[in-house]
Protein backbone atom coordinates (compact mmCIF):
# COMPACT_ATOMS: atom_id res chain seq x y z
CA UNK A 1 0.00 0.00 0.00
CA UNK A 2 1.00 3.54 -0.74
CA UNK A 3 0.51 6.92 0.70
CA UNK A 4 0.33 10.10 -2.26
CA UNK A 5 1.64 13.24 -1.59
CA UNK A 6 1.90 15.94 -4.11
CA UNK A 7 4.25 17.70 -1.99
CA UNK A 8 7.57 17.41 0.03
CA UNK A 9 6.55 19.81 2.72
CA UNK A 10 4.40 17.12 4.54
CA UNK A 11 6.55 13.82 3.51
CA UNK A 12 8.92 11.95 5.90
CA UNK A 13 11.24 10.66 2.82
CA UNK A 14 11.93 7.08 3.13
CA UNK A 15 14.45 6.45 0.25
CA UNK A 16 18.67 5.85 1.27
CA UNK A 17 20.36 8.58 0.10
CA UNK A 18 24.52 8.75 -0.06
CA UNK A 19 25.39 10.93 2.57
CA UNK A 20 28.33 12.98 2.79
CA UNK A 21 29.92 15.95 4.89
CA UNK A 22 30.46 19.21 2.59
CA UNK A 23 34.11 21.08 4.06
CA UNK A 24 34.33 24.54 2.95
CA UNK A 25 35.99 27.62 4.67
CA UNK A 26 36.36 25.59 7.73
CA UNK A 27 32.13 25.05 7.97
CA UNK A 28 31.18 21.57 7.79
CA UNK A 29 27.62 20.35 6.12
CA UNK A 30 26.20 16.80 6.01
CA UNK A 31 24.85 16.58 2.79
CA UNK A 32 22.40 14.24 0.99
CA UNK A 33 21.21 16.46 -1.96
CA UNK A 34 24.00 15.65 -4.58
CA UNK A 35 24.86 13.69 -7.90
CA UNK A 36 27.23 13.10 -10.64
CA UNK A 37 26.92 15.08 -13.40
CA UNK A 38 29.38 14.34 -15.98
CA UNK A 39 32.15 11.72 -16.63
CA UNK A 40 34.25 13.76 -18.64
CA UNK A 41 34.80 16.42 -17.34
CA UNK A 42 34.11 15.13 -14.10
CA UNK A 43 31.39 17.45 -12.42
CA UNK A 44 29.21 16.59 -9.47
CA UNK A 45 26.09 18.75 -8.56
CA UNK A 46 25.44 19.38 -4.89
CA UNK A 47 22.26 21.11 -3.95
CA UNK A 48 22.39 23.79 -1.11
CA UNK A 49 19.27 26.15 0.56
CA UNK A 50 20.68 29.88 0.17
CA UNK A 51 19.54 30.16 3.84
CA UNK A 52 22.63 27.85 4.63
CA UNK A 53 26.02 29.51 5.73
CA UNK A 54 27.41 26.87 3.05
CA UNK A 55 25.84 28.40 0.71
CA UNK A 56 27.36 31.94 1.10
CA UNK A 57 30.54 30.32 1.70
CA UNK A 58 30.96 28.25 -1.23
CA UNK A 59 29.72 31.42 -3.24
CA UNK A 60 32.57 33.29 -2.44
CA UNK A 61 35.64 30.84 -1.80
CA UNK A 62 34.97 28.42 -4.98
CA UNK A 63 35.61 25.13 -3.36
CA UNK A 64 35.08 22.30 -0.96
CA UNK A 65 35.56 18.47 -0.11
CA UNK A 66 33.21 16.37 -0.22
CA UNK A 67 33.69 13.35 2.50
CA UNK A 68 31.87 10.36 1.50
CA UNK A 69 32.01 8.62 5.74
CA UNK A 70 31.83 5.21 6.94
CA UNK A 71 28.17 4.69 9.02
CA UNK A 72 30.23 4.47 12.13
CA UNK A 73 30.36 8.81 11.66
CA UNK A 74 26.80 9.00 11.37
CA UNK A 75 26.21 11.13 14.83
CA UNK A 76 29.04 13.72 13.73
CA UNK A 77 27.57 13.81 10.11
CA UNK A 78 24.31 14.11 12.10
CA UNK A 79 25.77 16.66 14.18
CA UNK A 80 26.80 18.72 10.93
CA UNK A 81 23.37 19.21 9.68
CA UNK A 82 21.87 19.97 12.90
CA UNK A 83 23.93 23.03 14.16
CA UNK A 84 23.95 26.13 12.11
CA UNK A 85 27.78 27.66 11.55
CA UNK A 86 26.48 30.71 13.40
CA UNK A 87 25.62 28.91 16.37
CA UNK A 88 29.20 27.79 16.69
CA UNK A 89 31.95 26.69 14.58
CA UNK A 90 31.36 22.59 14.09
CA UNK A 91 34.82 21.41 13.01
CA UNK A 92 35.95 22.12 16.68
CA UNK A 93 32.97 20.18 18.51
CA UNK A 94 32.03 17.20 15.67
CA UNK A 95 35.57 14.96 16.79
CA UNK A 96 36.19 13.82 12.98
CA UNK A 97 40.06 13.36 12.31
CA UNK A 98 41.49 15.18 10.12
CA UNK A 99 44.16 12.89 8.12
CA UNK A 100 44.81 15.42 4.88
CA UNK A 101 43.96 18.47 2.67
CA UNK A 102 43.13 18.37 -0.42
CA UNK A 103 44.95 20.56 -2.36
CA UNK A 104 42.80 23.33 -1.58
CA UNK A 105 43.30 23.16 1.49
CA UNK A 106 39.94 21.45 2.58
CA UNK A 107 40.14 18.36 5.02
CA UNK A 108 40.33 14.71 4.10
CA UNK A 109 38.99 12.77 7.55
CA UNK A 110 40.58 9.66 8.76
CA UNK A 111 36.94 7.35 8.38
CA UNK A 112 36.43 8.55 4.43
CA UNK A 113 35.29 5.87 2.30
CA UNK A 114 36.07 8.54 -0.84
CA UNK A 115 36.58 12.62 -0.87
CA UNK A 116 36.36 14.49 -4.01
CA UNK A 117 38.31 17.78 -4.10
CA UNK A 118 35.79 20.14 -5.54
CA UNK A 119 36.05 23.52 -7.26
CA UNK A 120 32.99 25.75 -8.33
CA UNK A 121 32.34 25.48 -11.93
CA UNK A 122 28.51 27.16 -11.50
CA UNK A 123 25.57 27.61 -9.73
CA UNK A 124 21.83 27.29 -11.05
CA UNK A 125 18.87 28.82 -9.17
CA UNK A 126 16.46 25.53 -8.64
CA UNK A 127 13.77 26.85 -6.71
CA UNK A 128 14.22 26.64 -3.04
CA UNK A 129 18.15 25.23 -3.46
CA UNK A 130 20.75 26.08 -5.73
CA UNK A 131 22.81 23.22 -7.67
CA UNK A 132 26.54 23.54 -7.29
CA UNK A 133 28.22 22.02 -9.92
CA UNK A 134 31.43 21.45 -9.40
CA UNK A 135 34.61 20.17 -11.18
CA UNK A 136 36.02 17.07 -9.54
CA UNK A 137 39.67 18.37 -9.30
CA UNK A 138 41.01 15.55 -7.14
CA UNK A 139 39.55 11.69 -6.00
CA UNK A 140 40.65 10.42 -3.00
CA UNK A 141 40.10 6.68 -2.12
CA UNK A 142 40.54 4.94 1.02
CA UNK A 143 42.33 1.18 0.55
CA UNK A 144 40.23 0.37 3.98
CA UNK A 145 37.67 -1.88 2.58
CA UNK A 146 35.74 -2.58 5.71
CA UNK A 147 34.39 0.53 5.64
CA UNK A 148 30.55 0.66 4.97
CA UNK A 149 28.77 4.01 3.18
CA UNK A 150 26.17 5.92 5.24
CA UNK A 151 22.76 6.24 3.70
CA UNK A 152 20.68 8.78 4.74
CA UNK A 153 17.21 8.00 5.55
CA UNK A 154 15.44 10.80 6.86
CA UNK A 155 14.78 12.33 9.68
CA UNK A 156 17.68 11.13 12.03
CA UNK A 157 17.92 7.56 10.40
CA UNK A 158 20.60 6.33 9.11
CA UNK A 159 21.72 3.20 7.54
CA UNK A 160 24.75 1.34 5.15
CA UNK A 161 24.81 -1.45 2.87
CA UNK A 162 25.32 -5.03 4.46
CA UNK A 163 25.16 -7.52 1.25
CA UNK A 164 27.22 -6.87 -1.89
CA UNK A 165 26.16 -8.00 -5.09
CA UNK A 166 27.63 -8.11 -8.56
CA UNK A 167 26.39 -9.11 -11.95
CA UNK A 168 28.59 -10.99 -14.11
CA UNK A 169 30.22 -8.23 -16.81
CA UNK A 170 28.64 -8.94 -20.00
CA UNK A 171 30.96 -8.65 -23.15
Known amino acids: MFKRYTTLES ?6 RLTAVLCCG ?13 RVPFR ?6 PQNDTHA ?23 TGSVHA ?13 MMHDANANP ?6 SVFGCRLHDKIETGDHT ?15 ALEPTLFMGHGRYATLNEERRVSLRV
Open 26 to 38: GNLMAASWHTPLS
Open 86 to 98: HEEKKSDHCGFNV
Open 57 to 79: LLTRIGHCSLNFLDIDEYEKIDY
Open 108 to 113: IFEHAL
Open 44 to 49: YGIAIR
Open 131 to 145: LFICDVEEIFLSDNT
Open 11 to 16: VTLNHP
